[in-house]
């Protein structure tokens, strides 16, 4: 193709110069084309990295906390080292009489545990409220200025230092205060939420796929048809999911998901099992792709000397495929879980609520989900939302990160064995 | 089998039924694993069947026609106008927004894994890009609305980027679909077998023209494979849009205001108190057919891409 033309060149010294320079060039652009695309992979580690620092950066912080009665007060010593009696009593001077008597409906306030008796007098009577929060870097950076901004705009409040993930975050329902929210009923929620989906799922998702690997023959037309619909349909959006199961669960299989069948009454369909068997559906072709290659990894040795001993296909698959499968089956199996416990957009169109304050009862209760008070949090106006927003997304990523960890423990076991 | 029958099969012949024993067990467990593959043709036909009942009835309403609802500019349940465009043009920007960072950065990684980065690396990368795609997609929402719309709205102006924005959603949209897109290329590009990479290399090519002239050609069909499943990917997102591209049609192509996306539509609606059989709700169904095609399509259109157009070395 180049053909050096003798007339180009004058001489073979002018030639190999030529020749230098055109190399160098290309070394030149191979040197520099090898950075580009070092520091583009670069950045996918610096955009998980952004994203985990937004999420810290908002979850802990200075806040500015006003109180509408000062502590001090009502008793000239700690809420903690006062009695019941003298808790009940603040109570009743404080509360107007139809608050005492709903509160006295369960039984006296004297009665009451004083760890319950101090958290009223704070809910009830102290009501602190934070009016001012900032994020955990200007909470490091601008301490002073933080400080004394307060002191001028709030002079009644006090600055602490929050983590807005704390203990109490974790046991606290949810609630209308951001302060006094917590994430306990979401936390059960999806709890329940996905060992239904397990429970569903798991049986499936693993006869599917034995059944692809070990009994279907690939020329019938109907095995390749599942095989091609199972893979297309882990690429269908989650949120059709959610729309299927509100048509097929909520609407009309409404007698069983709603457990009038069972003679649970006032419910309608938007339950726990609902939101459980949409996100079965949902996660069924990830878990079956995953089972199958699980499946497909053990050597057709060990099927063969089984049948050359006599055993049956299902004592075959059972004696033998599957206990040299099942690591690889609980990983993938873990790995389509952690897809449904982030999942959000079918829960909302089954109709999970945003406001429960009450734990989740079983199967037939309505029900929150930890990603739903995320997106509910997100989308709040207020500042101190976004705070308790971030606070949840911790939970939710450490709770996957750890289920991630676990599924990477099995795999390495499972490859040393084999 | 056992000692008894081989002393009694000593004194008189005994004769061996060889025929294939019928296993009633056996039967029913392969129906059972049967009917478990079968869930999933039933799941496709149930979406099928469900949204079309449901879209049915949306579509007869005098009112709605097939072809208004597909060429109308103006989405408005409240005065009866069911204009989809408005809701199509916004999901269609955003997943713009995305494939267009999504794809490039993709190729690159994909590019930079398998042909230059050590094993020692590539260890340490993925797994990072694992984490990127198992991150939810509602955090990827906080996050586009906590810290790429302050941001944006920094960066070109506050005056000119709108709280809730099309561009915020579409980049992160972007972010999430990285993942996907490098890892779908790059094994495509670690398919290509070494012998094309060693024939470049003997004749003098450089890594980057090895990988430019020879490799990327040759894994191309996974490619665009990959590009496709991340459009549909970006199609069907339904959190980042809801979170931070903003609710309420809108009919615009400026990237920076705020406009509802088909599934942006659908989670809001849902997400409210709904009652059966009102065109609000009849209406999510039929975008949800919509999206489920468009959807579907795009991902039987990439299997097909890649199947046909792979280049086969053997």
Known sequence: MNQIKPTTFGSDQEMQDAERVFLQRRHHHARLAQSVFQLTTLLAVIFLATLLVTVVNKSMGYVVVENQVDPATLSDRPLSELTAGELAQILRENLRKNRVRTLERAGFLEDQPKSTLVQLVETEIIQPEVVESYNLFPSLINRGNIIADAAVNFPNARVEFRYWLNGDFLVNSMASQPELAGVRSALLGSLQLILITIVVAFPIGVGAAIYLEEYASHKSWINRLIQTNIDNLAGVPSIVYGILGLALFVRALQPLTSGALFGVEGQNGRTILSAGLTMTLLILPILIINAQEAIRSVPDSLRQASYGLGATRWQTIWHHVLPGTMPGILTGTILAISRAIGETAPLIVVGASTFITSDPTGPFSSFTALPIQIYNWTTRPQPAFQHIAAAAILVLLISLLSLNAAAILLRSRFSKRV | ?314
Do not use: H
């Not at chain 2, 049915?56 to 005098?62: A, E, K, M, R, S």
């Not at chain 2, 996050?143 to 959603?169: E, K, W």
């Not at chain 2, 980042?240 to 809001?268: C, D, H, K, L």
């Not at chain 2, 709700?281 to 299997?303: H, K």
């Open chain 2, 1 to 314: 089998m056992t000692g008894k029958r081989t002393i009694t099969a000593w004194k008189k012949p005994i004769t061996y039924n060889l025929r294939k024993k019928a296993r009633p067990t056996e039967a029913i467990i392969q129906s059972f694993l049967f009917f478990c593959g079968v869930v999933s043709i039933l799941t496709t036909l149930g979406i099928v069947f469900e949204l079309g009942k449901e879209a049915w009835l949306f579509f007869g309403d005098p009112e709605i026609s097939v072809v208004k609802f597909l060429t109308g500019t103006e989405w408005q349940p409240k005065i009866g106008k069911f204009g989809v465009l408005p809701l199509l043009n916004s999901t269609l920007i955003t997943s713009l927004i995305a494939v267009t960072v999504a794809v490039p950065l993709g190729i690159a990684t994909a590019i930079f894994l398998s042909e230059y980065a050590s094993p020692k690396m590539r260890s340490v990368l993925k797994p990072i890009l694992e984490v990127l795609a198992g991150v939810p997609t509602v955090v990827y929402g906080y996050f586009a609305l906590t810290f790429m719309t302050p941001l944006l709205r920094s960066l070109v102006g506050i005056q000119n980027v709108d709280v809730y924005n099309m561009a915020s959603a579409g980049l992160v949209m972007g972010i999430m679909i990285l993942p996907l897109i490098s890892s779908m290329s790059e094994d495509a590009l670690s398919a290509v077998p070494q012998s094309l990479r060693e024939a470049a290399y003997a004749l003098g090519a450089t890594r980057l023209e090895t990988a430019l002239q020879v490799v990327l050609p040759a894994g191309l069909s996974g490619i665009i494979a990959a590009f496709i499943i991340g459009v549909s990917r970006a199609v069907g997102e339904t959190m980042i849009v809801a979170i931070a591209a903003g609710s309420g049609p809108n009919f615009t192509f400026n990237p920076f205001n705020a406009a509802e996306t088909m599934t942006g539509y659908i989670a809001r609606i849902s997400g409210g108190d709904l009652s059966y059989n009102t065109p609000d709700y009849n209406s999510i169904f039929a975008i949800g057919l919509l999206l489920f095609l468009v959807t579907f399509g795009l991902n039987i259109l990439s299997r097909a891409i890649s199947r046909r157009f792979r280049e086969v070395y053997e």
